[in-house]
Protein backbone atom coordinates (compact mmCIF):
# COMPACT_ATOMS: atom_id res chain seq x y z
CA UNK A 1 0.00 0.00 0.00
CA UNK A 2 0.82 3.77 -0.65
CA UNK A 3 2.69 5.22 2.66
CA UNK A 4 1.02 8.45 4.12
CA UNK A 5 3.24 11.37 5.18
CA UNK A 6 0.88 13.68 7.17
CA UNK A 7 2.21 17.51 6.91
CA UNK A 8 1.28 19.01 10.35
CA UNK A 9 2.78 22.67 9.53
CA UNK A 10 -1.16 23.96 9.56
CA UNK A 11 -1.63 22.62 13.23
CA UNK A 12 1.51 25.08 13.75
CA UNK A 13 0.14 27.93 12.44
CA UNK A 14 -2.50 27.92 14.33
CA UNK A 15 -0.75 27.80 17.47
CA UNK A 16 1.54 30.49 16.17
CA UNK A 17 -1.52 32.90 15.11
CA UNK A 18 -1.47 33.35 19.37
CA UNK A 19 2.00 32.87 19.84
CA UNK A 20 0.68 29.97 22.74
CA UNK A 21 0.91 26.63 23.10
CA UNK A 22 -2.56 25.29 21.68
CA UNK A 23 -3.15 23.37 19.42
CA UNK A 24 -0.35 20.70 20.90
CA UNK A 25 1.51 19.89 17.54
CA UNK A 26 3.08 16.69 18.86
CA UNK A 27 -0.06 15.74 20.34
CA UNK A 28 -1.67 16.13 16.68
CA UNK A 29 1.60 13.96 15.05
CA UNK A 30 0.79 11.19 17.51
CA UNK A 31 -2.87 11.12 16.30
CA UNK A 32 -2.11 10.48 12.79
CA UNK A 33 0.43 8.11 13.96
CA UNK A 34 -2.51 6.33 16.18
CA UNK A 35 -4.71 6.52 13.15
CA UNK A 36 -2.16 4.51 10.87
CA UNK A 37 -0.16 7.32 9.26
CA UNK A 38 3.39 6.00 8.04
CA UNK A 39 5.56 9.24 8.04
CA UNK A 40 4.93 12.78 9.94
CA UNK A 41 5.94 15.83 7.90
CA UNK A 42 7.31 19.28 8.87
CA UNK A 43 8.01 22.13 6.97
CA UNK A 44 10.92 23.97 9.01
CA UNK A 45 10.83 27.28 7.15
CA UNK A 46 13.27 30.02 7.13
CA UNK A 47 10.78 32.68 8.49
CA UNK A 48 9.83 29.67 11.05
CA UNK A 49 6.31 31.00 10.60
CA UNK A 50 4.67 27.99 11.28
CA UNK A 51 6.87 25.23 12.54
CA UNK A 52 9.67 25.61 15.19
CA UNK A 53 12.69 24.17 15.52
CA UNK A 54 11.82 22.62 18.99
CA UNK A 55 8.89 20.79 17.30
CA UNK A 56 11.23 19.22 15.02
CA UNK A 57 13.31 18.38 18.46
CA UNK A 58 10.44 17.02 20.23
CA UNK A 59 9.25 15.12 17.44
CA UNK A 60 12.02 13.66 16.70
CA UNK A 61 12.14 12.17 20.28
CA UNK A 62 8.52 11.09 20.57
CA UNK A 63 7.47 9.86 17.14
CA UNK A 64 7.50 6.03 16.34
CA UNK A 65 6.90 6.56 12.67
CA UNK A 66 9.11 8.19 10.28
CA UNK A 67 9.78 12.36 10.65
CA UNK A 68 10.41 13.66 7.12
CA UNK A 69 11.70 17.17 7.41
CA UNK A 70 10.87 19.54 4.28
CA UNK A 71 13.54 22.17 4.22
CA UNK A 72 15.05 24.93 2.00
CA UNK A 73 19.11 23.72 1.51
CA UNK A 74 20.09 26.82 2.91
CA UNK A 75 23.04 25.99 5.19
CA UNK A 76 21.35 27.55 8.19
CA UNK A 77 18.85 24.75 8.28
CA UNK A 78 21.16 21.79 6.71
CA UNK A 79 22.95 22.11 9.81
CA UNK A 80 19.89 21.85 11.88
CA UNK A 81 18.52 18.81 9.84
CA UNK A 82 22.43 16.90 10.53
CA UNK A 83 21.69 17.92 14.13
CA UNK A 84 18.36 16.77 14.40
CA UNK A 85 18.60 13.58 11.83
CA UNK A 86 15.08 13.33 10.44
CA UNK A 87 15.07 10.02 8.78
CA UNK A 88 14.14 11.54 5.39
CA UNK A 89 14.66 15.11 4.48
CA UNK A 90 12.92 16.76 1.18
CA UNK A 91 14.51 19.67 -0.36
CA UNK A 92 12.11 22.41 -1.69
CA UNK A 93 12.17 25.52 -2.96
CA UNK A 94 11.56 28.73 -0.73
CA UNK A 95 10.23 32.26 -1.09
CA UNK A 96 9.56 34.16 2.00
CA UNK A 97 6.72 36.26 0.58
CA UNK A 98 5.07 32.91 -0.67
CA UNK A 99 1.81 31.35 1.28
CA UNK A 100 2.41 27.70 0.40
CA UNK A 101 5.72 26.04 -1.46
CA UNK A 102 4.78 27.56 -5.08
CA UNK A 103 7.06 25.11 -8.09
CA UNK A 104 9.07 22.23 -7.73
CA UNK A 105 13.05 22.58 -6.94
CA UNK A 106 15.16 23.79 -10.06
CA UNK A 107 17.32 20.66 -9.21
CA UNK A 108 19.03 20.96 -12.56
CA UNK A 109 20.15 24.41 -12.18
CA UNK A 110 22.56 23.73 -8.94
CA UNK A 111 23.14 20.62 -9.50
CA UNK A 112 26.49 20.48 -8.37
CA UNK A 113 26.03 22.51 -5.06
CA UNK A 114 22.56 19.80 -4.52
CA UNK A 115 25.24 16.86 -5.05
CA UNK A 116 27.09 17.93 -2.20
CA UNK A 117 24.05 18.57 0.33
CA UNK A 118 22.92 15.08 -1.05
CA UNK A 119 26.30 13.34 -0.01
CA UNK A 120 26.33 14.87 3.37
CA UNK A 121 22.98 13.87 4.05
CA UNK A 122 23.66 10.24 2.85
CA UNK A 123 26.82 9.95 5.26
CA UNK A 124 24.59 11.11 8.00
CA UNK A 125 22.10 8.12 7.05
CA UNK A 126 19.58 10.76 6.46
CA UNK A 127 17.64 10.11 3.33
CA UNK A 128 17.19 12.78 0.58
CA UNK A 129 13.91 13.40 -1.60
CA UNK A 130 13.90 16.12 -3.91
CA UNK A 131 10.73 18.02 -4.51
CA UNK A 132 10.34 18.51 -8.33
CA UNK A 133 8.21 19.59 -11.27
CA UNK A 134 7.04 16.08 -12.95
CA UNK A 135 9.96 17.43 -15.64
CA UNK A 136 12.05 14.84 -17.16
CA UNK A 137 15.13 17.37 -16.67
CA UNK A 138 14.52 17.56 -13.24
CA UNK A 139 14.13 13.64 -12.39
CA UNK A 140 17.35 13.18 -14.33
CA UNK A 141 19.21 15.86 -12.22
CA UNK A 142 17.72 14.46 -9.43
CA UNK A 143 19.08 10.70 -10.11
CA UNK A 144 22.56 12.61 -10.63
CA UNK A 145 22.67 14.50 -7.11
CA UNK A 146 22.22 10.65 -5.61
CA UNK A 147 18.59 11.54 -4.05
CA UNK A 148 17.07 8.23 -3.01
CA UNK A 149 13.42 10.01 -3.99
CA UNK A 150 11.78 12.45 -6.16
CA UNK A 151 8.72 13.89 -4.43
CA UNK A 152 6.29 14.55 -7.91
CA UNK A 153 4.45 18.18 -7.39
CA UNK A 154 0.94 17.19 -7.83
CA UNK A 155 -0.13 21.03 -7.62
CA UNK A 156 -1.04 21.38 -11.19
CA UNK A 157 -3.06 18.05 -11.26
CA UNK A 158 -4.80 19.84 -8.24
CA UNK A 159 -5.81 23.30 -9.82
CA UNK A 160 -6.48 21.39 -13.55
CA UNK A 161 -10.04 22.05 -14.36
CA UNK A 162 -11.47 19.96 -17.37
CA UNK A 163 -9.67 18.23 -20.04
CA UNK A 164 -6.38 19.32 -18.38
CA UNK A 165 -6.95 17.11 -15.33
CA UNK A 166 -6.43 14.20 -17.35
CA UNK A 167 -3.61 15.86 -19.01
CA UNK A 168 -2.07 16.67 -15.91
CA UNK A 169 -2.34 12.98 -14.86
CA UNK A 170 -0.71 11.88 -17.52
CA UNK A 171 2.26 14.14 -16.81
CA UNK A 172 2.40 12.67 -13.55
CA UNK A 173 2.22 9.40 -14.96
CA UNK A 174 5.03 10.09 -17.41
CA UNK A 175 7.19 11.00 -14.54
CA UNK A 176 6.66 8.64 -12.39
CA UNK A 177 7.84 6.01 -15.40
CA UNK A 178 10.58 7.97 -15.75
CA UNK A 179 11.71 8.40 -12.17
CA UNK A 180 11.39 4.88 -11.70
CA UNK A 181 13.40 3.88 -14.71
CA UNK A 182 16.26 6.12 -13.45
CA UNK A 183 16.68 4.56 -10.31
CA UNK A 184 14.80 6.67 -8.05
CA UNK A 185 11.24 5.83 -5.57
CA UNK A 186 8.69 8.33 -6.20
CA UNK A 187 6.35 10.23 -3.55
CA UNK A 188 3.95 12.46 -4.46
CA UNK A 189 2.15 15.46 -2.50
CA UNK A 190 0.84 18.96 -2.77
CA UNK A 191 -2.79 19.84 -3.24
CA UNK A 192 -4.18 16.45 -2.99
CA UNK A 193 -7.10 16.28 -1.56
CA UNK A 194 -9.66 13.09 -0.02
CA UNK A 195 -12.02 13.96 -3.20
CA UNK A 196 -8.69 13.89 -5.99
CA UNK A 197 -6.28 10.98 -4.34
CA UNK A 198 -7.87 8.18 -6.17
CA UNK A 199 -6.29 8.60 -9.78
CA UNK A 200 -3.08 9.64 -8.20
CA UNK A 201 -2.65 6.32 -6.26
CA UNK A 202 -2.65 4.46 -9.37
CA UNK A 203 0.52 5.40 -10.43
CA UNK A 204 2.26 2.17 -10.65
CA UNK A 205 4.56 1.99 -7.71
CA UNK A 206 3.83 5.16 -6.13
CA UNK A 207 5.59 4.76 -2.49
CA UNK A 208 4.25 7.89 -0.09
CA UNK A 209 1.77 10.70 -0.69
CA UNK A 210 2.52 13.87 1.46
CA UNK A 211 -1.26 15.52 2.81
CA UNK A 212 -1.30 18.26 4.77
CA UNK A 213 -4.04 21.34 3.91
CA UNK A 214 -6.95 18.47 3.29
CA UNK A 215 -6.49 16.57 6.25
CA UNK A 216 -6.45 19.45 8.15
CA UNK A 217 -9.55 21.13 7.06
CA UNK A 218 -10.96 17.62 6.89
CA UNK A 219 -10.11 17.28 10.99
CA UNK A 220 -12.17 20.76 11.71
CA UNK A 221 -15.33 19.16 10.87
CA UNK A 222 -14.67 15.11 11.42
CA UNK A 223 -11.41 15.04 13.96
CA UNK A 224 -7.94 14.81 12.99
CA UNK A 225 -7.74 10.66 13.61
CA UNK A 226 -10.92 10.05 10.98
CA UNK A 227 -9.19 12.43 8.17
CA UNK A 228 -6.58 10.90 8.37
CA UNK A 229 -8.60 7.30 7.96
CA UNK A 230 -9.95 8.62 5.44
CA UNK A 231 -7.05 9.11 3.13
CA UNK A 232 -5.94 5.78 4.22
CA UNK A 233 -9.13 3.69 2.86
CA UNK A 234 -8.39 5.54 -0.21
CA UNK A 235 -5.18 4.90 -0.51
CA UNK A 236 -5.95 1.35 0.37
CA UNK A 237 -8.39 0.99 -2.11
CA UNK A 238 -6.69 2.57 -5.07
CA UNK A 239 -2.49 1.41 -4.56
CA UNK A 240 -1.57 -0.87 -7.17
N1 LIG B 1 4.74 18.05 -0.17
C1 LIG B 1 5.50 19.18 -0.16
C2 LIG B 1 6.92 19.08 -0.63
C3 LIG B 1 5.00 20.41 0.30
O1 LIG B 1 5.76 21.51 0.30
C4 LIG B 1 3.67 20.44 0.80
C5 LIG B 1 3.12 21.73 1.36
O2 LIG B 1 3.80 22.06 2.51
C6 LIG B 1 2.93 19.25 0.80
C7 LIG B 1 3.47 18.08 0.28
C8 LIG B 1 1.52 19.20 1.32
O3 LIG B 1 0.72 19.98 0.51
P1 LIG B 1 -0.80 20.20 0.93
O4 LIG B 1 -0.78 20.97 2.23
O5 LIG B 1 -1.37 20.98 -0.20
O6 LIG B 1 -1.41 18.84 1.11
Given at each position: MIKLGVNIDHVATLRQAR??????VIAAAKICEIAGAHQITVHLRQDRRHIQDRDVELLREVLLIRLNLEMGATDEIIGIAHRIKPDVVCLVPENRQEVTTE?????ASQQTRLCEVVAGFNADGIEVSMFIDPEARQIDASAATGAKYVELHTGCYANAKGAAVDEELERLFDAAAHAQGAGLTVNAGHGLTVRNLAPVA??????EVNIGHDIMARALFIGLEDAVVEILDVLEMYSI
Open positions: MGTAPDGGLDVEIPGLH
